[in-house]
């Protein structure tokens, strides 16, 4: 669903904002090399810097998305707030400013201890913070803005320069800490994404806002709707399932190849790069098959590529280091499709009136929720595992192996909970997995999908 026509902004508003947009983009990948809560990066810095274990390392990720409560509390705030481009672009900026305070951390409380831990999971916590209080209304501003007909093959194009130049700081970041992998080599890489971060605010500060995201006004008892029988509500089932094996995986990543596995940060930035790649080749064609075939068919593709991703974690070593990138470039498909098929999902589930801001913010906190309680599980569940090991069928499982095993039955689940979402077109699926099976990966599909100039 789009909005109203008489809510959008007039056809050179709108192409300007289009634009920006991308230029945005490009430069937030750069940001989301160390922004983003799973990176290699931060658990490093933890890790080689602060001296952290790989069980509470796990927790970087609680930190930032535990703050997706004030998702919901940002509504007695946004309501009353008229400026809110202004306001998105003051608050997202502490997101980057407080993660380039952690910096500081060694010199004044030192490494090894309790409270630098403490005092840097609080200021992960206080930059995912901003970036929570203004994501609802940036959500409504990005939806408001893309016409529908266009939505799949402008969100492939966005998610391509994201992932783009996340490829770019990835290289270039994972060179610099695999030569200094103390203070002066993170030091280089968080100031430089610091500093992309401002860069793409400054870009988005020329994006122009539609009405129904200046003016939306969202109540608590607007929320009663979201649960009615219908498309949001079959969304946030399929949703909690997916984030329900995100939750315990995510976090654990770093910590899992780092410590558990002994790679080293070229090898983790290699296999990094290839997901990317990946990830690059399928945007543009997985935003075509959005448009020209409906998000439910890609969803559950998408959906069943994460199921094998997590059942190869058993027989994951530094021996098999060929596996880990095969794996990982596999779920980069699976990642880009995400992008252009779970997010068209999202907003085609959203109501067209001013409510649909307190809808996003529903949606993507309760995801994030889900991210900010998994590792605090994990965690519980790695202590009482601790000992077990066992061999089976060539695969080997300790608690480690064991979680990201659990996550694969996880995504079986949340595969038939995507059959049941609303489809963004009318396509029935049997056509729509033949013609897929007929065409060639990447080199015909963008050919294949390409929508008639009458559409």
């Not at 409380?109 to 994501?135: D, E, K, M, R």
């Not at 430089?192 to 008892?221: K, N, Y």
């Not at 998994?374 to 090991?389: M, S, T």
Request: proline letters at 5%; charged letters at 15%.
């Amino acid at each position: 669903m789009s909005c109203d026509s008489q809510e959008r902004l007039p056809a050179t508003e709108t192409r300007k904002g289009l634009r920006f947009l991308l230029a945005h983009a490009a430069f937030f990948g750069t940001w989301y090399t160390v922004g983003m809560p799973a990176n290699p990066f931060i658990a490093g810095y933890a890790l080689n810097v602060l001296g952290m274990t790989p069980e509470n390392a796990g927790l970087i990720g609680t930190s930032m998305y535990a703050s997706a409560i004030f998702q919901f509390l940002s509504f007695a705030l946004t309501n009353r707030i008229r400026d809110r481009k202004r306001f998105v672009l003051l608050v997202w900026s502490g997101e980057m400013v407080f993660l380039g305070l952690a910096l500081l951390l060694p010199f004044l409380l030192g490494t090894g201890n309790s409270l630098a831990w403490a005092a840097f999971f609080a200021l992960l916590f206080v930059s995912g913070t901003c970036l929570n209080l203004i994501q609802p209304i940036f959500g409504s501003w990005l939806s408001a803005i893309i016409p529908s007909r266009i939505r799949g093959r402008y969100l492939g194009t966005r998610q391509l320069l994201i992932t783009g130049m996340q490829t770019v700081g990835i290289y270039l970041g994972t060179q610099v800490v695999d030569r200094w992998p103390q203070w002066q080599g993170f030091a280089v890489v968080f100031l430089a994404g610091c500093l992309t971060g401002l860069t793409a605010l400054w870009m988005l500060s020329h994006v122009p806002m539609p009405r129904v995201s200046q003016d939306s006004r969202f109540r608590l008892a607007d929320l009663r709707g979201a649960f009615r029988p219908g498309p949001f509500r079959r969304y946030l089932v399929y949703s909690a399932t997916l984030f329900a094996g995100f939750s315990l995986a995510c976090g654990y990543y770093a910590p899992f190849f780092l410590s558990e596995i002994g790679l080293s940060f070229r090898q983790v930035g290699w296999y990094r790069i290839g997901h990317n790649v990946l990830m690059l080749l399928v945007l543009r064609p997985g935003g075509r098959l959005v448009d020209r075939l409906g998000a439910r068919p890609v969803v559950i593709l998408m959906t069943l590529i994460y199921m094998v991703f997590f059942a190869l974690f058993p027989l994951f070593s530094a021996q098999r280091y060929w596996l880990i990138v095969v794996a990982w470039a596999g779920v980069g498909i699976a990642d880009g499709l995400f992008w252009v098929a779970l997010t068209s999902t999202l907003y085609h589930s959203l109501p067209t009136g001013p409510e649909r801001t307190g809808y996003l913010a529903l949606a993507q906190g309760m995801a994030l929720i889900y991210m900010g309680v998994g590792p605090f599980i994990v965690r519980g569940y790695l202590g009482l595992a601790k000992g077990i090991e066992f061999d089976l069928l060539g695969a080997h499982f300790e608690p480690f192996r064991l979680m990201f095993f659990a996550c694969s039955v996880l995504m079986l689940g949340a595969a038939v909970a995507a059959t049941q979402v609303e489809n963004t077109r009318d396509v029935r699926f049997g056509p729509a997995a033949m013609a897929m099976l007929r065409a060639l990966p990447f080199r015909l599909l963008p050919r294949l999908w390409q929508l008639d100039d009458s559409e």
